[in-house]
């Protein structure tokens, strides 16, 4: 896991043309008025660097997370606050303090490939069409971050009897055949680690589609696990959770879990463009 924890480190500094050399920490949270440097409201995962001036209004809260510690500090206005070396202080606000479990060898476990510059970019993207035609939904590419994946398709009958098959790639007898109806179907034994999968599901007597994966290692799929937060567990949490699966190549389901970052919090737009 170090590898995958010293590639995310890498990818925080490589993929953010915002992200100044000297950068320390960056914002995990905000809510209400929140400006950095007297500039406009920062976006998510925002970087900050040393000597750095956070104001926070009346009502208002932000956090920020520092890189070599994992050390998280909510910080409550009205008030300006000032970014150190290790911490962040002020003469008046509140801050609080959280230790974190997003950190190794002195790096914290970030991906901010979708900081602020980025961000903007992505929402200006044009909203994708809506796709209603029948298709095989998850997994169709990466990997999935678990041995028992539920997969999902749909079809134009929902309640049409279909047969699923899911394939080792290279191999040419299935490894498992089911018998499905509806859109979803999990098979009742573990797959195998480190290893690529196809798939495909007949409805009506035609084929739906055809998608491939690749599940993660054994040791991966554990540590996923292990850090895995609860539906309502901290906003932070969720995700720097969420940017360890995109790390890990699991894009699918990080776009699922920005996805439901972004409905629980719609004063965050730039979840929704991470979604896409």
Known sequence: MKNIQRTLLAFLFACSSAFAADGIAFITNLKGDVAVDGNARPVLLSELARGQKITVGRDSTASVMFIASGK?????????????????????????????????????????????????????????????????????????????????WRAADAKAPGEFTLMVLGQEKPVHVGKVS??????????RPETEYAWTVTSAGSEIGYGKFRTLSGEAVTHVEKRRPADKGEFTDRVMYTLMLQEMGATQEAQESWSRLSQDRSDLPELASFAR
């Open 72 to 152: 998280e500090f909510v910080l409550k206005g009205p008030s300006d606050f000032q970014v150190k070396d290790a911490e962040v202080s002020s003469a008046a606000g509140a801050v609080a303090t959280r230790d974190t479990a997003w950190r190794t060898n002195n790096r914290v476990l970030a991906q901010a490939a979708q900081t602020s510059a980025a961000s903007v970019r992505m929402r200006s993207v044009a909203q994708p069409k809506v796709d209603t035609a029948p298709r095989l939904l998850f997994p169709t590419e990466g990997a999935v971050a678990s041995l028992q994946p539920t997969f999902r």
């Open 182 to 191: 509806g859109g979803s179907y999990r098979v009742p034994a573990k797959l």
